[in-house]
């Protein structure tokens, strides 16, 4: 009697969800190389009157998910996720659930730049005659105004981020590592960053420096939590936090303004240049008076990924003086995926080892 596994194999590959268990549906993307799990389907609904309380009873009850679809086995520690939602807004199209390694977030441009394509390319946005479709997507943050053009075998994807502003400049704080103070910017782009230009700690914004950057940014970003009086959001107190430190350099790349290398959430490390953080950056750089309204500035990723940015117009947040930066990119596919949770799984939560 022959062996039958190849003929069953090939005739039979559905899995069946476990007793108890649980099946989510993703599609995967990439901006610039950065990752982004969007969840299609399987999480549970919850009773909300806000985005943020929606979030929060997420954080309070289902947060298992989270870890289970950003953690290994089926993620890593550099996984982003998001879950898309219907409006609590009226005025927008969908709302955002963003999510990392260490919990959630206020504003991912990356992610936004993902869905802009995604819903571009699947045809749910209508597409004017010269190819261009909008999208307004309500985030923790505020509204944000996401828009795609497509040129031949090519979309770019770009958006308006929301009010960004400077809390400090030339701000110092002491870092117990290198026995002295360094100097930083603290900007609000959708979340605060604070900006280290590398120079001054003689570090090279590079892929072999990886593990130094994150040990860095993270003694960066507990420093200056506890020490600045400035991680303030004049309008939402949940705003109110520091969500990383970006690095600051010279680009690599010719033709490039400049290089920016993200560690945030949990020591993870943005393969992107930022969204957000370039948001904050526009924001630093129009408040130094070196760059113009419309001035369009090319920044790169520590992979040498690129956003183009520049300042749309100016405004107010509160009592700070500050900008609408744009931002534009490209995002991929990569995949979709139906992943299983079993209950009898002691790992079925997620783990992770760096």
Known sequence: MPRRFYQRFKASQTINIPAGGRALTTIDMHTGGEPLRIITGG?????????????????????WLRTSMMFEPRGHADMY???ILPPFDPTADCSVILMHNEGYSTMCGHAV??????????????????????????????LI?????????TLVASFECVDSFVAELDARVYLPSLGREISYDLAYGGAFYAYVDA??????????NTQALIALGREIKACVTEQSTKIVHPVQDALSFLYGTIFTSDAATDHVDSRNVCIFADGEVDRSPTGSGVSGRMAIEHARGRIRIGEQRVIESIIGSQFRCHVARTSRCGPHAAVIPEVSGQAFLIGSSRFLIDPADPLATGFLLR
């Open 43 to 63: 999480y549970p609904q919850v009773a909300a009157d806000s985005l943020l309380d929606y979030r929060q009873q997420l954080q309070i009850h289902h947060d």
């Open 81 to 83: 996720g998001c879950l």
């Open 113 to 142: 730049i993902a869905i802009m394509t995604l819903a571009a390319k699947m045809g749910w946005v209508d597409t004017d005659r010269d190819g261009r479709s909008t999208l307004l997507i309500e985030a923790p943050c505020g």
């Open 145 to 153: 105004h996401a828009s795609g053009q497509q040129t031949d075998e």
């Open 199 to 208: 120079d001054q700690i003689g570090l090279d914004l590079t892929p072999q």
